[in-house]
C-alpha cells in the first residue's frame, strides 16, 4: 500500500511540473515567459565547456526511466505465497506449504464434471491471502453450477481447513471447444 501511495505522489508531482512547463511554454503565464530562453547565456557558455554535462544527464534520465520501470513492475507482480498460516495469523499460528492447500482445492475441482485441469495459487500476504484457481472444462460445462461447486464446496472445505474466514478468492474459466476433425480449441 505504501508503495502506491509514493508512485501516485510521484505521479501527481511529475504531472503537475510536466502541466506548468506545457502552460508556460503556450503563453499562459505571459508571453515574455513563453518566448524566454531554457538556459541563460551564462548556463550556455558553462554547458558548452563542459562536454561531459549531457551525457550525465541523459544517464541520469536513463537511470530514473530503468528505476520508474522496475517499480512499476513490482507493484503489478503478486507475490505468492510459500508458507499460510492456520487460523489467526498475527498470534504467531501454525504454518504449512501453500502447495499442500492449493493441492487440495486443485483435487477437489478436478473431481467435479466437465473439468478438464485445474490449477490453484496462493498471493498475497500472511494476513490477508487469496487464491487464485484456474479451471480449464469442456465446452459443454455448466458453468453456473461449477462456479456454484467451487464456491460452496471447495472453497469452504478450505476456509474450513485452515481455520481462515478471511480467505478471498477468484477463479478463472477457460474453454476448450473439440473441433469435429478432433483438434483442440480455447475460447
Partial sequence: MRNRVWLALTGLILLAAGGTAVAGGL??????????PLFTAVMSRWVSAHGWFW?????????????GCGWLTAQVRSR?????????????????????????VTADVMS????RRARARLAGSARRPRIT???????????????RRIRDDAMV????????????????????????A????VL
Fill in 182 to 185: 478432433g483438434e483442440r480449441r
Fill in 112 to 115: 467435479y464434471p466437465g473439468v
Fill in 55 to 67: 551525457p550525465s544527464v541523459a544517464t541520469g534520465a536513463c537511470t530514473v526511466a530503468v528505476l
Fill in 27 to 36: 503563453g499562459a503565464f505571459g508571453r515574455a515567459h513563453a518566448d524566454r
Fill in 80 to 104: 505468492s505465497l510459500r508458507r499460510l498460516a492456520l487460523g489467526d495469523a498475527t498470534s504467531g499460528a501454525t504454518r504449512m506449504a501453500a502447495r499442500v492447500a492449493t493441492r487440495a
Fill in 157 to 180: 472445505r478450505l476456509r474450513t481447513t485452515l481455520n481462515r474466514e478471511d480467505l478471498g478468492g477468484v477463479v478463472d474459466f477457460r474453454m476448450i471447444c473439440d473441433e469435429p
Fill in 133 to 147: 484457481v484456474r479451471v480449464t472444462c469442456d465446452d459443454q460445462a455448466d458453468l453456473g453450477e461449477l462456479g
